[in-house]
Nanobody, 122 residues
Framework: VQLQASGGGLGQAGDSLRLSCAASIRTFSSLAVAWFRQAPGKEREFVASISWTGGSTTYADSVKGRFSISRDNPKRTAYLQMNHLKLEDTAVYYC????????????????WGQGTQVTVSS
């Protein structure tokens, strides 16, 4: 399974960005998907996850109410809509997926995308 993350870039505080995670697997609905992020000098941290059918989502407290995770199984793509961006959202964002697990730690996921940089300026 290959994951391709895209959509990162430079934004100002308060702006919105949407990240995409495209999967190579035909049966995308067999994967739970999550987004993690890693800022310089920090551990990789959980951002959001979405279940196989999209019926269940989980968010880190730091993004709750601002970010929204979704998926389009026929398009084999998951999304992370990021609104009201803050300076502390600056990080490399990674999408991750797994056929069995859905959790909040990186080791819960077998498949990872290459990461996309999000930089928020004041």
């Amino acid at each position: 399974v290959q994951l391709q993350a895209s959509g990162g870039g430079l934004g100002q505080a308060g702006d919105s960005l949407r990240l995409s995670c495209a999967a190579s697997i035909r049966t995308f609905s067999s994967l739970a998907v999550a987004w993690f992020r890693q800022a310089p000098g920090k551990e990789r941290e959980f951002v959001a996850s979405i279940s196989w059918t999209g019926g269940s989502t989980t968010y880190a407290d730091s993004v709750k109410g601002r970010f929204s995770i979704s998926r389009d199984n026929p398009k084999r793509t998951a999304y992370l809509q990021m609104n009201h961006l803050k300076l502390e959202d600056t990080a490399v964002y990674y999408c991750a997926a797994d056929k069995v697990n859905i959790g909040i730690i990186p080791s819960d996921y077998d498949y990872w995308g290459q990461g996309t940089q999000v930089t928020v300026s004041s």
